[in-house]
């Protein structure tokens, strides 16, 4: 079973017996305390020896991300005090007193090991976790994950040495190894260390004690893959909607390039992730991955959201509910209305396939033609170039290039010649909110909307698959306008 264990870096004993005793009340199940951060070793152990449960004690190496500077002997001498007064001994993987752990009996010894850099091979991480093992009674290591190769190199490594049946704990430090920590657990990780609150981390990624006790240890893991994801608010609205639902879960961010996506994918297997959305640029690229795919994303031939179902892992696109439920909202009647979609990637489609199925007049146009020519062909829509389309009488413009968005040119993708009174102009941008589009619909009159609705709507609904719970709209909104205020 693992442990939620609460790791204390305070600088005098005094405040560390504090955070010790506030720790316990609060749920913790094993502390660990860094006498290495105190400006001065306790002379005495007596108050630490009072404290309930499990207590690990810990002089961490300078090189190994701790701030003990001491002489061996000294260390020594204050392991054996610890060790007496009924702690836990952690000694770094080579440190010479790991010869000497035999004398620290009854006391439970832990050999453990840090990188703070990277995470090598799965052969060199099982390596670590052997020899670390050797002579402890928990092995514990800890790699900085830069990749979602190195996640799932560590999740392959704690597959094969669970084989062992050695006690071990095995760390990703760093955002994208934060599935090692929520799932220690599956991990086979007996101890999962967190920090008492936010800011008190003494490991990069380390969660907080009030969201590690909320999660649990079967927590619900979701997410999301694409790169890059820099200005995602995806987090933002699942997070809201967990707690909102009260169920017990989380959403990550795995940036994750177009040559680690099966990584990926052995990861969500071997730790039981429910699922993640895709975005760019994986969009299509994902399908002949997955176990299999329902008739819409099939249709559109891209994926947002994948269900893991007992292992199968099923494909679908909320993104067409997004725009769906958008227009919806905004009460647009579609059937027969002449409408333009500006752009021909992967918005285009959901887009595309809402207009056409609901019996719109669809042009398209994109800056390169051949793709909205083939995706008119796909969706039975008009391909229609820029300029001929601006001396079109649209009822429904829906941008769908990245122009406007924070971070591209800000600029219109079409003439304000195009815009005018009682039109419905939607924009699938919504960073900033009101855009050089927008703005310019407005102006003349139109119905402009960014693409908060459609982010909202298709977030909802593959909260709902995951989770089968329906989350107020407002939820979501009310999350995505703190994320971006
Ligand atoms: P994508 O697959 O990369 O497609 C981008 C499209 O925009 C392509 O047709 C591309 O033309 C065109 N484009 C790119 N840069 C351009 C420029 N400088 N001038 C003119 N056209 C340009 O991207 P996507 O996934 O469809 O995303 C497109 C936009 O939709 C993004 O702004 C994204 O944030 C937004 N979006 C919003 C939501 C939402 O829920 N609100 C969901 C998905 C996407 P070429 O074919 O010539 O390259």
Known sequence: MTRTCVAIS????????????????????????????????????????????????????????GGWEGTTEAKWEFLRRAAKAGFDIDLELGHPLVSRTHLLRPAKVIVSYHDLKKTPSVARIIEVLVECSARSDMAKAA???????????????????????????????????????????????????????????????????????????????????????????????????????????????????????????????????????????????ILPLLDSVDAVAEGIGAVNTVINEGGRLVGRNTDVIGVQRTFEHHKVEVKGRPALVLGAGGASRAVLQFLTTEGAEVDITNRTMGKAEAL???????????????????????????????????????????????????????????????AEASRKGARAVNGMDMLIYQALASFELWTGKAVEREVMERAFREALP
């Not at 305390?33 to 499990?54: N, V």
């Not at 815009?419 to 927008?438: A, R």
């Open 10 to 65: 305070e600088a005098d004993a005094a405040s560390a017996l504090a955070v010790a005793r506030e720790a316990l009340a609060r749920g913790a199940e094993c502390l660990e305390l860094r006498f290495d951060a105190m400006a001065e070793l306790p002379g005495d152990l007596t108050p630490f020896s009072q404290l309930e449960g499990r207590k690990i004690a810990t002089l961490r190496e300078r090189e190994q991300g």
């Open 143 to 285: 790699f900085q994950v830069r990749t979602v190769h190195d996640l799932a190199q560590l999740v392959e490594a704690a597959q094969l040495f669970a084989l062992t049946r050695e006690r071990f704990t095995l760390i990703g430090m760093g955002e994208l190894g934060m599935a090692t920590r929520v799932l220690a657990h599956r991990m086979g990780s007996l101890l999962s260390y967190a920090a008492v609150s936010p800011g008190k981390e003494t490991a990069p990624g380390q969660l907080d004690l009030e969201t590690a006790k909320w999660l649990g240890k079967e927590p619900m893991v979701t997410g999301i893959v694409g790169s890059p994801l820099d200005h995602t608010v995806s987090p933002a609205l699942h997070t809201a909607a967990y707690r909102a639902s009260a169920v017990r879960g989380t959403y990550l961010k795995w940036v994750t390039m177009v040559d680690e996506l099966e990584d990926l994918l052995d990861v969500v297997d071997a730790l039981g992730i429910r699922g993640f959305n895709v975005t760019i640029p994986h969009k299509e690229g």
């Open 376 to 438: 008119a062909r796909m969706f039975g829509a008009r391909p229609v170039a820029l300029r001929a389309a601006e001396e079109r009488r649209y009822d429904i413009i829906v941008n769908c290039t990245p122009l406007g968005m924070k971070g591209f040119p800000q600029e219109a993708p079409i003439s304000p010649h195009a815009l005018h009174e009682g039109q419905f102009v939607m924009d699938t941008v919504y960073n900033p909110p009101v855009t050089p589009l927008l």
